[in-house]
């Protein structure tokens, strides 16, 4: 942005010496500036944006304090891709330079005063305090938790989308396609970090070209060390040089784990939120109960998408890669073991919690991972239960029975 107004601010001063500042002129105020007058309006303005870009940045970094404190370190990559902070600066950083290139040329210039530039160094002006109203809006509004685990909760919603068409392309791999006997070779990594991506284009690739089978062992979020295994490769033994370096390359490290590609960062987000919300330092049910719902909602979205495991197959269906991408019985398995160890002291959230797992039932009517779901209810209310008075334990009973009363009625 800063350089697009450095652009458009030699373009203008080009159209005010071709003569559009003498048409503009005769139009009289605000047009019709004198030289000191445009000089100190240019240094009274270039002089209010830096200190407003100080005062964005002092408040950016607010925001990102409280953020961290109220809701976790691992948002602050979120609040830094603020798109509206981001334009924020820009937008006032443009300003400023399109303010200082007018201002070196008046009195000193074809035109002594460049009437269009002066104008539309004022325009600028006017539209970047009016983003400003609307940044302190949105900056505010950003610190509301309930606001961040709906934008969470939004963005996972998406991620799974996403991963569900990537999966649905080809069908699901059999667990008796994969070899358990024969020639087969285990590939190591080279380094150290976090899979932050995974090449399954590429993969493919280089199986069908050399008649293999790969079965990968990580998946995106995974911690590696030269010596975890990255994949085990079946139809060899004595696997090239070429065929390592393929799977190596199309797993992508990097020095921190990043939401990009792993809905389940995403998801390890809302639960870390609900850990904190019910911590007895901060004892905040209501926003507990808010990731619940929100991840309850990712779920229902799972099962809409049928969401699973991605694999490769060639033209003829034969498989080439096994991923552990993720898929719904991970899933769930994350969200109600993780809201269990942690939320169960608190019998509000523990009928909360039960009471989704009976909302999942309509959107798992069919499928094959009831029995998962009705495993975790039987966990939950158990250990929900420990510890309760008479009228607290039954209130825990009931809303477990009608749970799995609207799991019966689907069957």
Do not use: K
């Amino acid at each position: 942005m800063a350089a697009g107004a450095f652009v458009v601010a030699v373009a203008s001063l080009t159209a005010d010496g071709m003569g559009a500042s003498e048409a503009l002129r005769r139009l009289g105020p605000p047009f019709d500036i004198q030289e000191d007058a445009a000089r100190e309006l240019l240094s009274t303005l270039a002089g209010a944006m830096v200190t407003v870009v100080s005062l964005v940045f002092s408040l950016t970094l607010v925001t990102l304090t409280v953020a961290a404190g109220n809701l976790g370190v691992r948002l602050l990559e979120r609040y830094m891709q603020n798109r509206v902070t981001q334009v924020t600066m820009g937008l006032f950083v443009g300003t400023f330079v399109f303010s200082v290139v007018v201002l070196s040329t008046v009195g000193s210039g074809p035109v002594a005063v460049p009437a269009l530039s002066v104008a539309l160094t004022l325009l600028h002006s006017l539209a970047a305090v009016g983003w400003l109203m609307f940044a302190f809006h949105d900056l505010a509004r950003s610190l509301q938790i309930d606001q961040a685990a709906a934008g969470i909760g939004t963005a996972l919603r998406d991620q799974v989308r996403v991963a569900a068409a990537l999966a649905a392309v080809v069908r699901p791999a059999d667990e008796a396609e994969v070899p358990t006997t024969g020639r087969r070779c285990t590939v190591t990594g080279t380094g150290t970090g976090y899979v932050e991506a995974i090449d399954t284009e590429a993969l493919g690739a280089a199986a069908a070209v050399h008649g293999v089978i790969v079965d990968l062992c990580v998946r995106q979020g995974d911690h590696l060390t030269p010596v975890d295994r990255l994949a085990v490769l079946h139809g060899t033994d004595a696997p090239s040089a070429e065929l390592l370096e393929a799977v190596r390359a199309a797993i992508v490290l990097g020095s921190v784990r990043t939401e990009a590609d792993d809905p389940m960062f995403l998801l390890h987000l809302l639960v870390e939120i609900a850990a904190r919300a019910l911590s007895p330092a901060v004892n905040d049910l209501y926003t507990a109960r808010a990731c619940a719902d929100h991840l309850t909602g990712v779920l229902v979205h799972g099962f809409e998408q049928r969401l699973r495991r991605v694999t490769v197959r060639d033209a003829d269906g034969r498989l080439l890669v096994r991923t552990r991408s993720a898929d719904l019985p991970r899933m769930i398995d994350t969200t109600f073991d993780s809201l269990r160890r942690n939320g169960m002291h608190n019998s509000s959230f523990a009928l909360r919690l039960i009471e989704n797992i009976g909302r999942l039932a309509p959107a798992a009517a069919g499928s094959p991972l009831v029995p998962l779901l009705l495993g975790h209810l039987d966990r939950i209310a158990e250990h929900a239960a420990e510890g309760l008075l008479p009228a607290d334990r039954r209130a825990v009973e009931d809303s477990a029975a009608a749970a799995r009363e609207a799991f019966r009625r689907l069957l």
